[in-house]
């Protein structure tokens, strides 16, 4: 079988030169003359910046046919393909340089370590340590013989953002660089300005640089599933667009909806920045030709890549709070205090999940198939969906079984205003048939390796130095207190609604 | 899967065609025209030899789309014997492309229907009609 970008072809590529040989007016909005080179029989002509000596030519060569891709265990990869990567200090953006470096990608990446700042303000840390970034790039160099070029700045900060662009000349940005916790926007006005400051403004600022100085590099952009909420009627979460055979129906008049954006139904001002920023990203690929692809990620948990196993000082952080940590994290956490796996409201609520390991997998996937000019995709990174509840059983059986502890589960009132009972019906279907992406780590086996890692005797002190900080205590009607305790019981010792989620993945 | 064309091979599949031409204009950016793939694939199966279903990238194939004018997409342009007789323009339902095929099979089955092709007056008047216009 051929890889999935075996047939990408050149408008695909960062590589192609497409700017003043292609006017991509010609349809629509302008009526001038065509501007671009044209064949003898009115094709597109281009440039090839690695490959000047091709001169002029029809812009048909598959990323199969050139030299510049190489078959890789992730399908053909630009050869030193530069990758920035924006937020790389993070849980994720460390995962994913250590990755890319290993793979043969040329990474650098810049953070202003505001991750490592509000996990302090929250009087928290992570509980598997973290060096230095100075010591982690060493500490890439000596174990895996890796260079990664890192800068310390804020992604607002553009004059100093635009000369690292300019140096690096990225063909391909992913964008980590945002606050990602929905009850750090809601603590008050300041947290919910610097949200949306941060994450909304940020990214605007990134797309004038991008259509500044590379206007052909693909920005891989995180979003969440939680841009989406969960609709009431059980309307399906389609991947950003509405599929052509969606009708809206008024006053006995039909129209398609095919390819209008969703509705989205935000749940935090968190999640409404990640709304606001899929608008800015779409409107820029439309005025500018640029190309990106908006992940909406489901609730990421784990602690495993191969790279960051492969020595402590490579390891990435790992949250617990309840601001950052996420939800399976957390309850793995209190498991193994002894603290019973706290359950906000009903615990009916469905998400969706994805594995560490499985995410970076998706995202090495994207970035070796770039979008074309002006194509915005998006896609929904998902592997599975899980009930509250049922991911609180799982969890705590493990820890039972596995690790001989007495777990127990609690409901306590929900700091949040959400939905707690609820249809969720999510289509992820372009990961697995379009970009060939295999789930490897099921809830199971993951919930293993974070157990496993955790009750290391070091790391559980750290744990228990920061217990207290895993309850819930911001509340969304901007209270600080802490949440009622509304019921303690062993697992397995109750009936949870029947209903289960869809996960379309055909 | 729905046969891509490009400007070269533009004559020959579509304006020395034998039968009637559904031609979906699109390009990488536009989003409604990456949805309607499905709804094409399911028209040229159930079509067949009737009605030949095709698609054309506007930005790899600017001499077309300056020739036919095509100022939206997706541009869903009809032809029937090699003249384009009627277009609609922005996503469509399965039913509604439905109709527009039906609707030019019973134009190719009429006699001298090369004579009868639509004016491009006439295209945008039936498009302001379509959008509640006139």
Not at chain 1, 146 to 175: Q, S, T
């Amino acid at each position: 079988m051929k890889p999935h970008n075996a047939e990408k072809t050149c408008w695909n590529c960062p590589a192609a030169l497409f700017k003043g040989n292609v006017d991509f007016r010609a349809c629509g909005q302008s009526q001038e003359e065509i501007k671009a080179k044209l064949g003898e029989e009115g094709q597109i002509m281009i440039e090839c910046a690695r490959r000047p000596e091709l001169g002029y030519f029809e812009p048909t060569i598959t990323f199969e046919q050139c030299t510049e891709w190489e078959k890789g265990e992730y399908g053909y990869q630009l050869k030193d393909m530069r990758v920035m990567i924006l937020g790389m200090d993070g849980y994720l953006g460390w995962a994913l340089a250590l990755k890319l470096a290993k793979l043969g990608f040329r990474v650098s990446g810049i953070d202003n370590y505001t991750r490592r700042d509000t996990v302090m303000e929250k009087g928290a840390h992570t509980i598997v340590p973290i060096e230095k970034m100075t010591d982690r790039l060493h500490a890439a160099q000596d174990v895996l013989g890796l260079h990664i070029n890192f800068r310390r700045m804020d992604i607002r900060e553009r004059d100093k953002l635009g000369p690292f662009l300019e140096e690096e000349k990225p063909e391909a940005i992913v964008h980590y660089g945002e606050i990602p916790s929905a009850p750090y926007s809601m603590v008050d006005v300041d947290h919910a300005l610097a949200v949306q400051d941060n994450n909304t403004l940020g990214t605007l600022g990134l797309l004038w640089l991008i259509k500044d100085i590379v206007p052909e590099t693909s920005l891989i952009k995180l979003g969440t599933m939680g841009e989406y909420g969960a609709p009431l009627t059980g309307r399906p979460l389609f991947e950003g667009m509405f599929p052509s055979d969606a009708i809206l129906k008024w006053r006995g008049k039909e129209w398609s909806l095919g390819g209008e954006i969703t509705p989205r139904d935000p749940v935090s001002f968190y999640h409404v920045s990640k709304v606001q920023d899929t608008f800015n990203v779409y409107e820029a690929c439309k005025y500018w030709w640029l190309r990106s692809y908006d992940i909406q990620q489901g609730v990421i948990y784990g602690v495993h890549t191969d790279e960051t196993a492969a020595d402590p000082r490579l390891r990435t952080r790992f949250d617990i709070d309840e601001w950052f940590g996420t939800v399976v994290n957390r309850f793995v956490a209190q498991a193994i205090m002894g603290i019973p796996l706290s359950i906000y409201g009903a615990g009916e609520q469905i998400k969706g999940f994805i594995a560490l390991e499985d995410a970076m997998e998706c995202m090495v996937r994207l970035i070796v198939s770039p979008p074309e000019p002006g194509q915005y995709d998006v896609v929904n990174q998902v592997s599975g969906l899980y009930k509250l509840n049922d991911a609180a059983e799982t969890i705590a059986s493990v820890a039972n079984e596995k690790y001989n502890l007495d777990t127990k589960i609690q409901r306590v009132s929900n700091p949040r205003v959400e939905t707690e009972i609820h249809p969720f019906e999510t289509v992820s279907r372009k990961l697995p048939n379009e970009f060939k992406f295999k789930q490897r780590v099921s809830l199971e086996k993951e919930i293993d390796r974070i157990f496993k890692l955790l009750t290391q005797p070091h790391i559980k002190k750290r744990i228990a130095e920061k217990a207290h900080t895993i309850l819930p205590k911001t509340h969304w009607t901007g209270e600080k207190k802490d949440a009622d305790i509304i019921e303690t019981y062993k697992p397995g010792s109750k009936t949870y609604g029947e209903y289960q989620g869809i996960l379309d993945l055909e | 899967m729905v046969k891509e064309i490009t400007t070269k091979s533009f004559k020959n599949e579509v304006i020395e065609s034998s039968v009637p031409v559904l031609i979906e204009c699109w390009a990488s950016w536009c989003l409604p025209c990456k949805q309607i793939d499905p709804a094409l694939n399911l028209l040229a199966e159930t079509y067949k030899d009737r009605c030949k279903i095709l698609k054309i990238n506007i930005d790899r194939n600017p001499v077309i789309s300056r020739d036919y004018k095509v100022q939206g997409l997706p541009a869903f342009l009809l032809f029937v014997n090699g003249k384009e007789v009627d277009r609609k323009t922005g996503s469509q339902t399965d039913e509604q492309l439905q109709k527009l095929i039906e609707q030019a099979l019973s134009e190719s089955g009429k006699e001298g229907s090369s004579d009868s092709s639509k004016k491009e007056e006439d295209i945008i008047k039936d498009r302001l009609r379509d959008l509640g216009y006139m």
